[in-house]
């Protein structure tokens, strides 16, 4: 199963939208993952419109819509895998052992908000922020995300977009 990750796409604004490369990375997952701040309803149905299945949680900044459509957190089992997802991982240090105290039943957390792409690992438990595909902030780049499952154990991978 492939997966799509991405977060922090901050859409609408002018005309920033995403970037082919993660559109065509986005229509051909098995699943898509957004880790929150879509800003606008019409951004969660666009991803929609893309075909296969979307699992967001909600940002700090999305619209009223979308906090009412969208979770704070949630869990998504993507073959076997049990994958949390939450917008804010809070700050870095301790980041891994808050956010696995968090999720005990989880083998990783999908999280976003800082725009800083972020995959670290310790123990079988994996944390993973696909920074952003349109809004790089201090990121060198914009990026995104993909997850593979194999034997139940997730695998990600961050993907540069520029």
């Known amino acids: 199963m492939a997966v799509a990750v991405i977060s922090d796409t901050h859409l609408p604004?002018?005309?920033?939208?995403?970037?082919?490369?993660?559109?065509?990375?986005?229509?051909?997952?098995?699943?898509?993952?957004?880790?929150?701040?879509?800003?606008?309803?019409?951004?969660?149905?666009?991803?929609?419109?893309?075909?296969?299945?979307?699992?967001?949680?909600?940002?700090?900044?999305?619209?009223?819509?979308?906090?009412?459509?969208?979770?704070?957190?949630?869990?998504?089992?993507?073959a076997g895998a049990r994958i949390a997802m939450i917008h804010d991982g809070g700050p870095p240090d301790g980041r891994?052992?808050?956010?696995?105290?968090?999720?005990?039943?989880?083998?990783?957390?999908?999280?976003?908000?800082?725009?800083?792409?972020?995959?670290?690992?310790?123990?079988?438990f994996t944390i993973f922020n696909p920074g952003s595909p349109t809004e790089r902030r201090r990121a060198p780049r914009h990026t995104m995300g993909t997850l593979t499952v194999r034997d139940g154990r997730p695998a990600f991978a961050l993907v540069e977009l520029d």
């Open 96 to 124: 891994l052992g808050r956010l696995r105290r968090r999720f005990p039943d989880a083998d990783a957390v999908v999280f976003g908000h800082s725009h800083l792409p972020l995959l670290e690992e310790r123990d079988g």
């Open 13 to 78: 604004r002018g005309a920033r939208a995403l970037p082919a490369a993660c559109l065509a990375r986005l229509g051909a997952a098995d699943a898509i993952l957004h880790a929150g701040d879509l800003i606008e309803l019409s951004v969660l149905e666009q991803l929609e419109a893309l075909g296969p299945p979307v699992h967001a949680v909600r940002g700090n900044v999305d619209s009223a819509e979308l906090q009412a459509r969208l979770p704070l957190t949630r869990i998504v089992d993507v």
